[in-house]
């Protein structure tokens, strides 16, 4: 089993950035890949960003290239999600996510993640 624990969220300016924290802890030597995702109510919950648990290969959606960044500490066994430039419709819960499945192309829905942190509210005023 894996366990994880999201932190950083809160409330922003638009324009504003925030940095998103997920701490693995349990088996973390299984996870092969780490996943952002969002859901904003009555929206479907989206892929983000996912980052490589060892190798380091991003993948980001396209609502977000250039503006966040995904990032990981193996030291810490920590992923970061570093938000800039965030905009009205960035506002959802943020969720991370572990995919112990080696892959040769990301898994983007939420079906393929197995682990699953609380979640974090990233609000955004306009």
């Known amino acids: 089993q894996v366990q994880l624990v999201e932190s950083g969220g809160g409330l922003v300016q638009a324009g504003g950035s925030l940095r998103l924290s997920c701490a693995a802890s349990?088996?973390?030597?299984?996870?092969?890949?780490m996943g952002w995702f969002r859901q904003a109510p009555g929206k479907e919950r989206e892929l983000v960003a996912a980052i490589g648990w060892s190798g380091g290969s991003t993948y980001y959606a396209d609502s977000v290239k250039g503006r966040f960044t995904i990032s990981r500490d193996n030291a810490k066994n920590t992923v970061y999600l570093q938000m800039n430039r965030l905009k009205f419709e960035d506002t959802a819960v943020y969720y991370c996510?572990?995919?112990?499945?080696?892959?040769?192309?990301?898994?983007?829905?939420?079906?393929?993640?197995?682990?699953w942190g609380q979640g974090t509210q990233v609000t955004v005023s306009s």
């Open positions: 349990g088996r973390t030597f299984t996870i092969y890949r």
């Open positions: 996510a572990a995919d112990p499945y080696v892959r040769t192309v990301v898994a983007t829905t939420p079906q393929g993640y197995d682990y």
